[in-house]
């Protein structure tokens, strides 16, 4: 019964953040399938690790530092060893749907393959484009604090900088975004045409 009360709190306190863990993945890796896995690999390690979460503290802070340590982490294998599959990694997923102790994520991942991205809904192509545009450290920041309304300290901790750090690459990367959609902005009678 405490396995089962566990389960329902750790899905009761992640599952809303799905779609933006999503939305960010799709940032992160470019690619929709590769995303899905990401975040079926973060869900898996934030409920093996559920017991370190501090309760009170922000569970999609928290999340999506599992999501971003879990992007390095592959990037850094496939990068050390294209081609290699880690035994470990195998088991350990297989011990979980054996078991049925994962999270219900395949139906929430599945969800999402059948709609829009929720951020598509929101912004426009050249939106979209100029913030895919900026460079990753940028990127991550701005979605972070514009889009998740994430806290600067939240930012700072789950890319793992200093405040200050994480205030400058958002002041940047608003200004790389006003000079990138610039005409986009005046095409669309945001700013006055000039006379």
Known sequence: MKGNDTRKEFEELTMPHVDSLYNMAVRMSMNK?????????TYLKAYRFFNTFQKGTNVKAWLFKILRN?????????ISSPGEVFYEDIELVSSYVSNNNEPDT?????????KVESLDDILGDDIKNAIDSLPIEYREAIIYSDIE???YKDIAEIINVPIGTVKSRIN??????RKNLWN???????VKREK
């Open 33 to 41: 399938e590769d995303a899905e896995d990401l975040v079926q690999e």
């Open 70 to 78: 879990t992007f390095i982490n592959k990037y850094r294998k496939t």
């Open 106 to 114: 395949k139906e929430s991942i599945d969800t999402l393959k059948s």
């Open 149 to 151: 309304e994430l806290t």
């Open 172 to 177: 940047r990367a608003r200004s790389l975004l």
């Open 184 to 190: 986009y902005a005046k095409e669309r009678g945001f």
